[in-house]
């Protein structure tokens, strides 16, 4: 497989959200800490320009394009709508949480135009965080019971719904009924290995990573950050890791399929709260890296506003 190509000069603090838009050639992501949504447009694995930041008041967890141009966005308080980069905001709905101990995070457009949005409990001691649906009718609760909402993503036929808690270590599948779009079957689809008590980088303790943001691709094998861990899982349907592909950051976050030919694998990754020891070693954390791999990815939704 080719090396690793570090797309973005200049970290993000979380880089997280990442997606394709196929009519710009435009990669697009969030740094949430950050406060801020990027945006860059490539040739192959060379930029064209320079990254693009569109600094928000509140923390993005995650965007996906809409129809027709610009950008649905899930911020701490609820989630908005942007008819152009940079332009007014228009809220669609307010966050049905707590926003001093909560906000949302991981998500993504399903094939129906449906934008689905999970939250985290930022106290992390608690299992309140929800995965939520924006349809035409507006907010719905879909499930509950975790920590922190991630690894969303569906299957190539619609049919199956993946979710993770990654506090739990967990990727859950479930049934997806697609008219009303609610979740059944829940199943666990792929088990980590708990972080060791104590464990902190650098420790003799091995330690894989828990399941942080994925992406699907057209085999339908699941691609899963595993945060901590320095790589990425390729995950066949049936929940078989089929294989391993080391990280130029520790801590990445989530990946996204682009290019023309979809056959770029891009991934976010993170460096803030993360040690000194582990920068020096790492010092593309925070950055945005692309890989080309031999199967393509799914092409991104769209929100239909």
């Not at 707590?98 to 999970?118: L, V």
């Amino acid at each position: 497989m080719n090396p690793w190509t570090r797309i973005t000069p200049e970290p993000d603090a979380l880089g997280e959200s990442p997606f394709w838009q196929p009519q710009e050639q435009r990669l697009y992501w969030v740094d949430i800490p950050g406060k801020r949504i990027a945006r860059v447009q490539l040739d192959g694995l060379q930029t064209r320009g320079p990254v693009e930041h569109w600094p928000l008041t509140q923390e993005p967890g995650c965007i996906a394009p809409v129809q027709g141009g610009g950008l649905v966005m899930a911020l701490r308080d609820g989630i908005y709508l942007a008819r152009e980069w940079g332009g007014p905001l228009q809220r669609l709905a307010a966050a049905p949480y707590d926003t001093a101990k909560q906000r949302f995070n991981d998500g993504k457009c399903d094939a129906h135009g449906r934008f689905w949005a999970g939250s985290l409990y930022e106290p992390k001691d608690q299992a309140m965080g929800v995965l939520y649906m924006l349809d035409g009718q507006g907010l719905h609760a879909i499930q509950s019971g975790v920590v922190t909402a991630n690894g969303l993503a569906w299957s190539p036929d619609g049919r199956t719904a993946y979710w993770a808690d990654t506090a739990a270590h967990q990727v859950r599948a479930f049934d997806l009924d697609a008219a009303s779009g609610q979740l059944s079957n829940a199943r666990t689809f792929y088990q980590a290995t708990p972080k060791p008590a104590g464990w902190a980088w650098g420790s003799a303790a091995p330690y894989g990573g828990r399941p942080d943001g994925a992406a699907v691709d057209a085999e339908g094998c699941y691609w899963s950050a595993q945060y901590e861990g320095g790589r990425l899982l390729r995950i066949s349907p049936k929940g078989e890791v089929l294989a391993e592909v080391p990280t130029p950051a520790m801590c990445p976050t989530m990946p996204c399929f682009g290019g023309t030919d979809l056959k770029t694998l891009f991934v976010t990754t993170a460096r803030h709260g993360r040690s000194d020891a582990e920068l020096a070693q790492y010092p593309g954390s925070g950055c945005v890296w692309a890989l080309r791999v031999e199967v393509a990815g799914l092409p991104v939704n769209a929100y239909r506003a």
